[in-house]
């Protein structure tokens, strides 16, 4: 049958209230994305250098296997520069370049990583984003937090107008209407580190990085049923 009385009734009065909740935690994995360049004279040297840089530097991140979460290959380029030759175009050098992403769970390697990695020559380091994973206990215990303050703040209406709660008839997340942003994606604070000229004299030292605590929300929507007040 359908509810012909969506806001309640005398007999039946309806409560509708919300709650929030918010958390700051610790991130639990921090990314980094790697852009390889390299330029070379013609296709195939230029790509044989690439591929040779890209191979090593995926073995580096690799050897930090017990840190690692994830580590992808975005995207790849090699592209053709043109210069004019008399009335033609010919082709002055080729440039190469390969985007790599990955994500660490350990942050003291990460420091130790980053530092590797900006030390190449033609590298780019962008990073570090912070963030939770998808399953972190932080996002349970925020939800959690957000439905109780919903049930104290109905109490205290109901406990103002001298009755008691009855029932709960609803309970919704407005997120599943206007979905927020994925957890886990970048967030602010991030750096860009440029590799300098190559035949560093010794390795450099490891960034000591202060993870960026993380703020998870929560709010729900609830509407419960109360015992008729005495007015």
């Known amino acids: 049958m359908t509810d012909t009385q969506p806001y309640g009734t005398p007999d039946q ?27 070379g004279p013609d296709r195939r040297t230029t790509l044989d250098d690439l591929t040779r840089r ?3 530097v ?3 991140i690799k050897s930090y296997e017990n840190a690692i979460e994830k580590l992808e290959t975005g995207a790849f380029t090699l592209t053709p520069e043109l210069t004019r030759h008399g009335r033609g ?8 370049a390969v985007r790599i992403t990955t994500e660490l769970n350990d ?49 205290e209406y109901a406990d103002a107008l001298g009755t008691t709660l ?4 609803e309970l919704s997340d407005p997120g599943a209407d206007n979905p927020a942003p994925a957890y886990g994606m970048p967030a602010p604070g991030g750096m860009a580190f440029r590799s300098a000229a190559p035949g560093a004299a010794e390795p ?18 609830a509407r419960f049923i109360m015992a008729p007040p005495t007015l």
Not at 90 to 96: A, D, F, L, M, P
Not at 166 to 169: D, G, Q, W
């Open 107 to 155: 942050f003291t390697a990460l420091g130790e990583l980053t530092t590797r990695l900006a030390d190449l020559e033609l590298t780019r380091v962008d990073g570090p984003w912070w963030s939770l994973r998808h399953d972190s206990p932080a996002h349970t215990e925020v939800r959690r937090r957000a439905v109780q303050q919903a049930v104290v703040r109905a109490r």
């Open 58 to 60: 995926i073995d580096l």
């Open 166 to 169: 009855t029932a709960l008839v």
């Open 204 to 221: 450099a030292p490891a960034l000591d990085l202060e993870p960026q605590r993380q703020t998870v929300r929560a709010r729900v929507n």
């Open 54 to 56: 890209n191979a090593y």
């Open 89 to 96: 175009e010919r082709v002055r050098t080729h440039h190469g």
């Open 13 to 39: 009065p309806r409560l509708a209230v919300h709650g929030e909740a918010h958390l700051e935690v610790d991130p639990e994995i921090a990314g980094l994305t790697i852009t390889i360049t390299t330029r």
